[in-house]
C-alpha cells in the first residue's frame, strides 16, 4: 500500500440513519413482514437473528447495510444480510460508496473498544446520537484499492469463520433429520420399550470450591450457551471466582436450567467448569450418546421441561424432572448405529469451532494493526 492516509469522520464517507421503534402492536413472531431488530440482543457473529417481526416498519435497512448499536454496549456492528427494520438501539450505517462498505465495517470494528472506555467513563449515557455516530474519526486510506486489500485480508477470515458457521448448522440439520425419521417418524417405534431419559442418560455434579478454580480454567454461563443450535463456540475465563461451579468434560452436553434459557443446548469443546445455572448431561453408555443429544435439543422435550418448572420470577427446572421425560426405547444396537452416523458430525462441528476461534484470534490481531497503519499489506 503506497496512498496517503488521513482521518476522516463516518458522516463524511457514509449517511448515518438512526432506528425508531413502530408500535408495539405491529411486532409479531409468524414472520409477518420485515424482520425487526432492537439491538445487539439480535446481532450475532457477523449478521443478526431474525427473533420479532414488524409489519409496519418506520426505519428500513437493506441488503448490505451496516448495522450499528447506539445503546449499550454502543459500537457494535452487524451487518445485514436480508431487508430489515430496526429499533432506537441501532442505526443504519450506509456508505456513499457500496466498495467501500466492508473497509468501513472493519474500521467500525476497530473502534468498539474506544465506544467501551466512553462509556465507562459516563460520557454518553449508555446512548449514542445521530451526531456522535456522524463525527467518528475513521483511519482512511486515500487509495481504494488500499482499502479494498485490508478488507480483502480481514474479510478472507471473516468469510471462513462464517463458512464454518453455515457448515455446523448444515451437519445440525442433517442429525436432527435422522433423528426425526429414526425415532420420530419410524413406524417401528411403537414395538420399542417404554422408557424415559433417566434410562440413556444422567446429571454429573461435579462440584468445585471457588478457592480451587484456577483463574484461566475456561468457564461457560448462561451467557454462552448457544440459541437454537447445539454449536457451543463461546467461552471465557473464570477469573476471580466467588461462587461454587461444576466441573465439565470435552463432549458433555450443557442445558440451561432457567426457563428463558430452556431452548440452550450446547456440547461443551473443552473441558472447564460452568455455572450452577447450568445441568452437566451424559449418556450412560457410549452408544446412547447421539439419542441423548436427539431428545435433550428437541422441542419437544424443552416443552416437557417447560411445563413443569417451577418458580415465578424466574422458572427452573431440574435433573429430577428431565429424567421424567417419556419416550419409546429402542434397543441399543440400534442406538449405537444412529450414534455412528451423528457423531462424525458433532466432532466436525467442533473441529469448525476451533479452526474459527484460531481465524478471529489472527484476525482481531491484525485488525488494529491493518487499521493503523502499522502493518501494510502489498498490492
Not at 467501551?116 to 456522535?132: H, M
Not at 443446548?265 to 472447564?272: E, L, Q, R, T
Amino acid at each position: 500500500m503506497r496512498g496517503k492516509w488521513r482521518e476522516v469522520h463516518l458522516g463524511d464517507v457514509a449517511e448515518i440513519v438512526m432506528g425508531q421503534s413502530p408500535p408495539g402492536s405491529t411486532y409479531n413472531e409468524s414472520g409477518d413482514g420485515l424482520p425487526f431488530f432492537q439491538g445487539v440482543k439480535d446481532f450475532g457473529y457477523r449478521n443478526p437473528t431474525p427473533r420479532v417481526f414488524c409489519s409496519r416498519p418506520s426505519r428500513v435497512a437493506q441488503l448490505g447495510d451496516i448495522l450499528f448499536s447506539v445503546r449499550a454496549p454502543i459500537g457494535r456492528v452487524n451487518i445485514a444480510d436480508r431487508e430489515c427494520t430496526i429499533g432506537r438501539g441501532l442505526s443504519i450505517i450506509q456508505p456513499r460508496d457500496k466498495a467501500g462498505s466492508r473497509y468501513i465495517e472493519f474500521a467500525l470494528r476497530y473502534l468498539e473498544p474506544t465506544w467501551q472506555a466512553i462509556e465507562g467513563g459516563g460520557s454518553v449515557f449508555g446512548n449514542a446520537t445521530r451526531q456522535d455516530v456522524e463525527l467518528l474519526s475513521l483511519t482512511w486510506p486515500d487509495e481504494v484499492s488500499d482499502r479494498r486489500i485490508i478488507a480483502e485480508v480481514l474479510g478472507s477470515l471473516d468469510d471462513k469463520i462464517e463458512l464454518n458457521r453455515r457448515m455446523n448448522a448444515t451437519l445440525e440439520s442433517m442429525a436432527k433429520a435422522v433423528f426425526k425419521a429414526w425415532f420420530v417418524e419410524n413406524e417401528e417405534a411403537k414395538g420399542w420399550e417404554a422408557g424415559q431419559f433417566s434410562d440413556i442418560a444422567q446429571n454429573i455434579r461435579r462440584g468445585i470450591n471457588p478457592t480451587d478454580v484456577p483463574p484461566e480454567m475456561p468457564y461457560i454461563g448462561l451467557e454462552h450457551m448457544p440459541r437454537r443450535n447445539i454449536a457451543l463456540s463461546e467461552w471465557g475465563r473464570t477469573g476471580d471466582v466467588t461462587s461454587n461451579k461444576f466441573k465439565f468434560k470435552k463432549g458433555e452436553i450443557l442445558f440451561g436450567k432457567l426457563r428463558p434459557y430452556f431452548h440452550k443446548v450446547g456440547i461443551a469443546p473443552i473441558d472447564g467448569v460452568c455455572s450452577t445455572d447450568l445441568l452437566v448431561v451424559t449418556p450412560k453408555q457410549p452408544e446412547y450418546f447421539g439419542l441423548v443429544l436427539g431428545h435433550i435439543s428437541s422441542v419437544d422435550f424443552v416443552n416437557f421441561v417447560d411445563a413443569a418448572s417451577e418458580g415465578t420470577k424466574m422458572p427452573r427446572t431440574n435433573w429430577e424432572t428431565m429424567a421424567r421425560y417419556p419416550f419409546a426405547l429402542p434397543d441399543k444396537k440400534f442406538a449405537a448405529e444412529y450414534t455412528a452416523i451423528v457423531r462424525p458430525m458433532v466432532e466436525k462441528i467442533q473441529h469448525n469451532i476451533e479452526e474459527s476461534r484460531t481465524l478471529a484470534a489472527l484476525r482481531d490481531a491484525l485488525l488494529p494493526r491493518l487499521m493503523s497503519g502499522e502493518v501494510r499489506v502489498g498490492r
